[in-house]
Every structure is written in structure tokens, then in C-alpha cells.
């Protein structure tokens, strides 16, 4: 069983939707929580970094931290079709050289 | 904040050939730097990770080598290319944060 499970897509929605993106993990050692967000043939870039439980808010994105059920979630709000990507989730221990744990990733499309 | 620069953008080599990929750091010192493939539609494969210079782990045994002979820079290397090592190739760095930042990637096609 992998430590980290990304619902796997791919996800189609119009312009304007309400995305939900969502991933689980098996280990309670993970403490940070990260959402990276790939165009295609582009290194993935950051978009958001949680520490706690709750929920972190980032103009549409909003990324939602549960560690007693072990899930995460990216929210995008008015969708449109430049977020059209691959969605990666990704955590790390507390010590452990700084090595992050990734999804799969989820694709996303949002048509006009 | 940091940022990843790599080259080449793209490469084909033939089965083989030697490889060399280069990644340097800009905008922080000491950081943890990392070398990931991935797959086409698939997930990040962490290869090897460098807490400092010289200091090498990999994660996965196979056909490739790295080193860091300085602070900001990582390299990715093979003496000899296989077919199963094409894929796209990415380096991150991370410093005083638990968030990895990465470079632009190289694809790499072995024919």
C-alpha cells in the first residue's frame, strides 16, 4: 500500500466550478502538507504549504488538512481554464532530510 | 525564495552514451537538493537526495549515479544509457523549509 493516495482522475469540469482535489496518507509521522500544481512538459511549482490542521486560504485555492482522518484537500474556487494541470500532493516527516512523499497527481481540465 | 535551473531541456541519446545533467541553486545556501523522475502520467520517483556537499543518497538502485561537488550545484550522470532510463527528470531544492522547489525539468529520450 502506498503511504500517500491521490484520487486519481482525470477530472473535466466547466469554467467557473468548484474543484475538489483530494488525497490520503497511512503515516501520522507526516507533518507538513504541500499542493503542487504541473503544466504539461513543466516542472511543478507550489501553491500551497500547510503545517497544521484546518484549513489555509489562498485568493481561489484553499487547502484543507485533516490529520485525524489522514486527508487533505485543494479546493479551487471559480475555476478556470488556466488551471488546467496536473495536481500533485505531496508531504513530509518532521526530520527526514526534507524528503516529501507524492501523489500521482490528479489532471485537471476546465473547459470554457 | 529559491530557484532550480537545469539543462538541457531536452535530450536524445542513444543506448549506451554517457549522460550528464546539471542542476544549480540560486537564492539560498546549504540546501537539500534532490534528483526525481517521472513518468509519463505518473508520480515523482525520488533517485538520489544531498544534504551538503559530497553527501549522496540514493533511493532507488539502478543505472544512475550523482554527486555535488559544490554547495549549489547537483549532477545527475550515467556511464552507459538504458532504454528504460528515458523519462523526465527533475531537480528540487529545499532550504530552511520542508517545501521543494524545482526546476524546469529535462526529457530524456534513449533510443
Known amino acids: 500500500q502506498k503511504e500517500v493516495e491521490q484520487d486519481p482522475g482525470p477530472l473535466s469540469v466547466p469554467e467557473g466550478a468548484i474543484v475538489s482535489l483530494n488525497c490520503t496518507y497511512s503515516?501520522?509521522?507526516?507533518?507538513?502538507f504541500m499542493w503542487y500544481r504541473q503544466y504539461s512538459r513543466k516542472g511543478p511549482e507550489l501553491l500551497m504549504y500547510?503545517?497544521?490542521?484546518g484549513n489555509k486560504e489562498d485568493g481561489r485555492f484553499t487547502a484543507q488538512v485533516d490529520k485525524s482522518s489522514k486527508y487533505i484537500s485543494l479546493f479551487i474556487r471559480d475555476s478556470q481554464p488556466s488551471d488546467s494541470a496536473t495536481y500533485l500532493c505531496?508531504?513530509?516527516?518532521?526530520?527526514?532530510?526534507?524528503?516529501?512523499?507524492f501523489g500521482d497527481g490528479t489532471t485537471l481540465t476546465v473547459k470554457p | 525564495s529559491q530557484t532550480i535551473h537545469q539543462w538541457p531541456a531536452t535530450l536524445v541519446q542513444p543506448v549506451g552514451s554517457p549522460l550528464s545533467l546539471e542542476c544549480t541553486v540560486e537564492?539560498?545556501?546549504?540546501?537539500?537538493l534532490y534528483w526525481y523522475r517521472q513518468a509519463a502520467g505518473r508520480g515523482l520517483q525520488l533517485l538520489f537526495y544531498?544534504?551538503?556537499?559530497?553527501?549522496i543518497s540514493s533511493e532507488v538502485p539502478q543505472n544512475l549515479s550523482a554527486s555535488r561537488p559544490q554547495d549549489r550545484q547537483f549532477i545527475l550522470s550515467s556511464k552507459k544509457l538504458l532504454l528504460s532510463d528515458s523519462g523526465f527528470y527533475l531537480c528540487?531544492?529545499?532550504?530552511?523549509?520542508?517545501?521543494?522547489?524545482f526546476g524546469p525539468g529535462t526529457r530524456l529520450t534513449v533510443l
Open positions: 505531496a508531504m513530509t516527516r518532521n526530520t527526514n532530510a526534507g524528503k516529501s512523499t
Open positions: 544531498s544534504v551538503g556537499i559530497g553527501q
Open positions: 537564492g539560498t545556501s546549504n540546501p537539500n
Open positions: 500547510t503545517y497544521s490542521s
Open positions: 503515516n501520522s509521522a507526516f507533518q507538513y
Open positions: 528540487a531544492g529545499s532550504g530552511g523549509t520542508d517545501t521543494q522547489y
